[in-house]
């Protein structure tokens, strides 16, 4: 089968993400600019916005920091669309084969982490917020996160730099002691944990590590459940924010944070004052992880009250990718988050998304190579996690399916961010156009004009939470992430796997889905539907 290529060669020089375009649209095919290159054009293209702006155009628009989030927008020319599922009619699995019984709301959609050891992890949905951290938007749609992710049941990892950028936290030889930060996130996820379902995680980069970051959770915040952190996919660089102060700024590079540019320059400090810029970059070191220091690192953590350990990692080469699985699976870490190119939650160079770093498809290709080689050898496979551009449960069914290696899924959890802040987000900003009487009248004729009508889930929220006020105690944000991830996404893989007739996640298996391209069957080894017919309706026959 041959897919039509779809050139999009405007990307090179005009870009949604960093406010960019070309004067004419048919542009140069190679280099991206318009044929015609005009003295007295207004058009600010890349070229033209870098020779005033330059390292900012390296970032999405800088006036949306904080209030956004950005991914690529490149064809990688292999995504979820190329696997089809297949509907099942002969049998059932996880079920008894009665109409009576199998019916789409009795699927089972729970998920454990880390099943076989001392303390599992069950979670009510198989998906989980990935490392969020001190990027703004995160810090601003906390509390809708956190009461979203402990009310879904599900697990929600606090990302890197969050006690580094607290203005507040009490540091003693270069040792977090106390950050308020810390606590507010920690404790607005466990205020609606069930106790159970679910459990806050806290992430560590390089900096975190040399910050004391995790003896300060686990003896102070009896955080159990450390996740490290090696890189991600949106960037390998190490994570960056924006920072509008300039005490700020110098505050953070006294904690041994690099930032850009250098905030104690007297003629730097001029240039803010007078506006030529109006924020700096905070730049995280990058890791160099090694496998003896790993194996260490990880009975350190143990040895210190840790229960479950997580490790995410980006979309490195494939010799990176076998060197994760080996340590991973050699240490016995309990999560392995691999993170594809193409998303990210804040501040990742727009080049980079589109340009560095190992497509979603690809590198899940890799990871079950590499799981299948250890199984085969009799070693420990980890549980597995992936993130890059999930949004909806047909592609979450489908990264199942491609994860089984015969015994069920390895794959156990979706990890996700842009999707629930943009559910978490929406919730929020149309319960504030409701306050303020300027919802738009098509919504208000359809939905209604108060929150307790237009979120489908309200009533039903406010029975199972009697003690807490919807709006304050949960915030409308919440809601909105909460109905997303269970009304949605829940409902909706239930309905997949009863019409493929797998009523438990460990039931879904590999042939539950075929390739529709060659190009996605030699990648993955997922057969096309063709090769399917072929091989099975003779028999039948």
Not at 493 to 517: P, W, Y
Request: glycine share 10%; with cysteine.
């Amino acid at each position: 089968m041959c897919r039509k290529v779809r050139i999009m060669a405007s990307i090179d020089n005009a870009r949604s993400t960093t406010g960019t375009k070309c004067r004419v649209p048919d542009v140069n095919p190679v280099s991206g600019m318009c044929p015609i290159c005009v003295e007295d054009c207004n058009t600010l293209c890349e070229i033209g916005k870098s020779a005033f702006r330059g390292r900012e155009v390296l970032y999405p628009s800088p006036e949306y920091f904080g209030i956004s989030t950005a991914s690529s927008n490149k064809d990688f020319f292999l995504d979820w669309s190329h696997f089809q599922i297949m509907a099942e009619l002969l049998n059932a699995k996880g079920i008894e084969p009665d109409s009576d019984v199998a019916f789409f709301e009795n699927a089972d959609v729970r998920t454990v982490i880390a099943a076989g050891s001392k303390k599992p992890i069950p979670m009510k949905l198989p998906v989980h917020l990935a490392g969020l951290g001190s990027t703004a938007i995160a810090k601003k749609y906390w509390r809708e996160l956190a009461a979203g992710a402990a009310l879904s049941g599900v697990c929600q990892v606090i990302g890197e730099n969050v006690c580094g950028m607290d203005s507040d936290a009490v540091y003693s030889n270069g040792k977090v002691q106390n950050s308020k930060e810390m606590e507010f996130r920690v404790n607005s996820y466990r205020d609606h944990w069930d106790g159970e379902n679910g459990r806050i995680v806290v992430q560590t980069n390089v900096e975190d590590q040399r910050g004391g970051v995790d003896d300060y959770v686990i003896s102070k915040l009896n955080v159990d459940v450390i996740e490290r952190k090696w890189g991600q996919g949106a960037k390998a660089i190490g994570g960056e924010v924006r920072v509008t102060s300039l005490e700020k700024a110098q505050e953070l590079k006294k904690r041994g944070y690099i930032v850009d540019p250098d905030p104690e320059d007297p003629d730097i400090q001029s240039a803010f004052g007078f506006g030529v810029f109006d924020s700096f970059e905070r730049h995280s070191r990058v890791g160099f992880p090694q496998y003896e220091s790993f194996l260490e690192d990880v009975d350190q953590l143990r040895s210190k009250g840790v229960s479950n350990i997580f490790l995410k990692t980006g979309a490195f080469k494939p010799e990176a990718v076998a060197f994760t699985m080996k340590c991973a699976s050699d240490a016995k870490i309990d999560l392995l988050t691999f993170d594809a190119a193409g998303g990210g939650t804040g501040m990742s160079p727009v080049p980079m998304m589109n340009e560095m770093s190992t497509p979603t498809i690809h590198l899940y290709s890799q990871v079950m190579q590499c799981a299948k080689m250890l199984k085969s050898r009799g070693r420990y496979v980890p549980d597995l996690s992936f993130a890059g551009g999930f949004i909806n449960e047909t592609q979450m069914y489908k990264a199942f399916a491609l994860s089984d290696m015969g015994d069920g899924p390895a794959v156990k959890s979706i990890a996700m961010a842009r999707a629930p802040l943009a559910a978490a987000m929406k919730g929020r900003h149309f319960s504030d156009l409701a306050k303020e009487g300027k919802l738009p009248a098509a919504f208000t004729k359809q939905y209604g004009e108060n929150p307790e009508k237009f979120f489908i889930g309200a009533s039903n929220m406010a029975k199972k939470h009697k003690g807490k006020t919807l709006g304050t105690d949960i915030p409308w944000g919440a809601l909105g992430l909460y109905t997303y991830w269970n009304d949605r996404i829940g409902l909706g893989l239930k309905q997949l796997m009863a019409g493929t007739r797998r009523f438990k996640l460990n039931c879904i298996e590999h042939e539950d889905i075929v390739s529709l391209t060659e190009y996605a069957e030699k990648v993955t080894g997922v057969e096309t539907l063709e090769n399917r017919a072929a091989r099975v309706m003779e028999a039948y026959l």
